[in-house]
């Protein structure tokens, strides 16, 4: 399988905020933007491999900043590295200043996904080589991550989890 980098897998996501899609004080509702980053997300995951994929898990959001009401918000997904038949996507949120058209941070998440066949059988995956010093840094703390995930999600013993345990010694 050829390799692919993070620019294959780029999907970009732009859409604006409505009102059945905010809170009670008229910020955009968590759920609805953790849909969106999954839909970018699965695109994203798609490009990658070229075959079926499911969310495996959602590893890390943060919500820093709120979206209100009417603000355009952009999803950038890319995957930041792929292992046997699973990826790991980045995310960044970004909004847009309605007079400037200047683009702010807003949120980010890391959400795992994995490829399958139509049993819904993992599938091996090709895989990536980062390019810019971001996704060098990205690739490089996806295996601590991935390990983190799965060892809260019990499916592996946290003494398994070496790159993981690295950190603390
Ligand atoms: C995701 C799924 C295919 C994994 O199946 P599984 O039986 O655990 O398969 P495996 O143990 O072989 O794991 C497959 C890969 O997923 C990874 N994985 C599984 N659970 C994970 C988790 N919680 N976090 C990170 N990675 C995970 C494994 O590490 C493995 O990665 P690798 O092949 O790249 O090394 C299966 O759990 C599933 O179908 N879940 C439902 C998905 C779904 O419906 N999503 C939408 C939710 S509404």
Not at 7 to 23: A, C, H, Q, W, Y
């Given at each position: 399988?050829?390799?692919?980098?993070?620019?294959?897998?780029?999907?970009?996501?732009?859409?604006?905020?409505?009102?059945?899609?905010?809170?009670?004080?008229?910020?955009?509702?968590?759920?609805?933007?953790?849909?969106?980053?999954?839909?970018?997300?699965?695109?994203?995951?798609?490009?990658?491999?070229?075959?079926?994929?499911?969310?495996?898990?959602?590893?890390?959001?943060?919500?820093?900043?709120?979206?209100?009401?009417?603000?355009?918000?952009?999803?950038?997904?890319?995957?930041?590295r792929a292992f046997k038949s699973s990826m790991e996507?980045?995310?960044?949120?970004?909004?847009?200043?309605?007079?400037?058209?200047?683009?702010?941070?807003?949120?980010?998440?890391?959400?795992t996904?994995?490829?399958?066949?139509?049993?819904?059988?993992?599938?091996?995956v090709?895989?990536l080589?980062?390019?810019?010093?971001?996704?060098?840094?990205?690739?490089?703390?996806a295996l601590?991550?991935k390990?983190?995930?799965?060892?809260?999600?019990?499916?592996?013993?946290?003494?398994?989890?070496?790159?993981?345990?690295?950190?603390?010694?």
């Amino acid at each position: 399988m050829e390799a692919k980098t993070p620019k294959d897998s780029r999907t970009i996501m732009t859409d604006m905020v409505l009102p059945g899609e905010t809170n009670p004080i008229n910020n955009l509702f968590g759920g609805e933007l953790l849909a969106r980053m999954d839909r970018a997300a699965g695109i994203s995951a798609r490009r990658h491999s070229r075959r079926i994929v499911v969310t495996a898990s959602v590893n890390h959001v943060a919500f820093n900043r709120a979206i209100p009401l009417g603000s355009v918000v952009t999803v950038d997904a890319k995957v930041s590295r792929a292992f046997k038949s699973s990826m790991e996507i980045y995310i960044d949120v970004w909004i847009e200043d309605r007079e400037s058209g200047v683009k702010a941070k807003a949120n980010e998440a890391i959400y795992t996904f994995v490829a399958v066949d139509e049993t819904g059988r993992p599938v091996r995956v090709p895989e990536l080589v980062p390019e810019t010093e971001l996704e060098i840094e990205r690739f490089q703390g996806a295996l601590r991550r991935k390990q983190l995930s799965l060892v809260l999600a019990g499916k592996m013993k946290p003494n398994d989890a070496t790159e993981l345990k690295a950190l603390f010694e």
